[in-house]
């Protein structure tokens, strides 16, 4: 079913332009669910008018008990932080009463564009594949990196110390934009025509933990896009660690000490 869209609808055109500084990075749809706040116009007009009413809507989503979904435009990393005020956004949903890691209904969604990854002549099938291997080879960092204990609606494999349970996890979540979508349930998602979407987070209003939320999205995709499949199997965390000190990815650094991940 689709969402009730509560915002105005938000594409991303000509008209709204935003800094187009280096799309070495790809561009970032974010969808932050908030609970127990309720789901009223003047709440959800507050929190448009903060984050910036023409990058984001605000939906009801099932999942939710009393809650929103904010849905941003598709962005790049940089346009995300210095552009859209996800900060004064998460702040106001605070003040409102919203809650978020602190629940069990709540997730922090990342939608990547899928043409990003379609170079060097990749097909699919090796991008979902470069996907699968490189999940499969970070699990036992990702899972205290997500935050979350309950896997149902985003599975990456009953035991996460298996590495070949979360690459078949992984891998049958991934199917063609022709197959039966199967993937919402997946820490990653295939289903959807124009993006591939990162499900294993547990929602959070703490800025600093969607900053490097949105910073290892960014990473995972830069690092596989021009790798073969073979060249993903040597992604690890020292891999991440490398890329971050050189992008200034302070946050994600940051993050990686507060989740004791060494």
């Known amino acids: 079913n689709m969402p009730h869209l509560i915002g105005e609808t938000v594409v991303l ?5 935003l800094d ?10 974010s969808e932050v669910e908030i609970d127990k706040g309720g ?3 003047d709440n959800a007009r507050k929190l448009l008018d903060t984050i910036g009413e023409r990058y984001a ?15 941003s435009c598709p962005a790049d990393y940089y346009n995300h932080i210095h552009t859209l005020n996800w900060r004064g956004m998460l702040e106001q949903a605070c003040k409102l009463g919203y809650k978020s890691h602190d629940t069990n209904t709540c997730g922090l969604h990342m939608h990547v564009d899928r043409d990003y990854f379609m170079v060097k002549d990749f097909t699919d099938s ?24 309950k896997w149902d609606y985003c599975q990456i494999g009953e035991n996460m110390a ?11 979540g991934m199917k063609s934009k022709n197959s039966k979508p199967t993937g919402h349930y997946c820490a990653v998602n295939y289903a959807n025509d124009h993006t591939i979407e990162f499900r294993l987070f547990k929602g959070t ?32 965390l020292n891999t991440f660690k490398k890329l971050a000190k050189l992008c200034k990815f302070n946050e994600f650094l940051i993050y990686l000490g507060e989740r004791k991940i060494a």
């Open 20 to 29: 187009k500084t280096a799309y070495v990075n790809p561009k970032i749809g």
């Open 205 to 236: 209003l703490n800025y600093n933990t969607l900053v490097a939320t949105m910073q290892f999205v960014t990473m995972f995709a830069r690092l596989i896009r021009y790798r073969s499949v073979a060249g993903c199997a040597n992604i690890n």
């Open 162 to 172: 298996v590495k070949e349970t979360a690459y078949d996890v992984i891998r049958n």
């Open 126 to 149: 090796q991008v979902q594949e470069k996907f699968a291997v490189t999940f499969a080879n970070n699990v036992d960092w990702l899972k205290p990196f997500s935050r979350r204990k």
């Open 57 to 71: 809507i605000a939906s009801t989503d099932g999942s939710l008990e009393n809650g929103l979904e904010i849905v």
């Open 39 to 41: 789901q009223d116009n």
């Open 13 to 17: 055109s000509p008209e709204i332009e």
